[in-house]
């Protein structure tokens, strides 16, 4: 894929600004008219030789004095809530409508 100087400084913007890979495929799409995949999105990012901002990853959790079932309780508990969407209300935290009364 070849960009002209305008899209590559656009795109080079979207990275400094801490965008994830699916938003700048997004962006292409949208701003430029260019539909990627993911995959050629990737590699259009790394022939520009760009590397997008990693999210900060959760730091390592602390299970000294715990027994086995303790730490992989505590361990599912974190991954559930890291992996749960933001703002969506999900069936096991919804309140029914009896508990809503």
Request: charged share 35%; with cysteine.
């Amino acid at each position: 894929m070849n960009l002209d100087d305008e899209q590559k400084r656009k795109v080079t913007e979207w990275i400094a600004q801490g965008l994830k890979l699916s938003e700048i495929q997004k962006r292409l799409g949208d701003e430029l008219g260019l539909r990627l995949t993911y995959m050629e999105a990737r590699l259009l990012v790394d022939d520009l030789k760009l590397m997008p901002k990693d999210t900060e990853r959760p730091k390592p959790m602390d299970l000294s004095g715990k027994t086995a079932d303790q730490a992989r309780k505590l361990q599912w508990q974190a991954w559930n809530r890291a992996r749960k969407p933001q703002g969506r209300c999900r069936r096991e935290n919804c309140p029914s409508p009896a508990q809503e009364m």
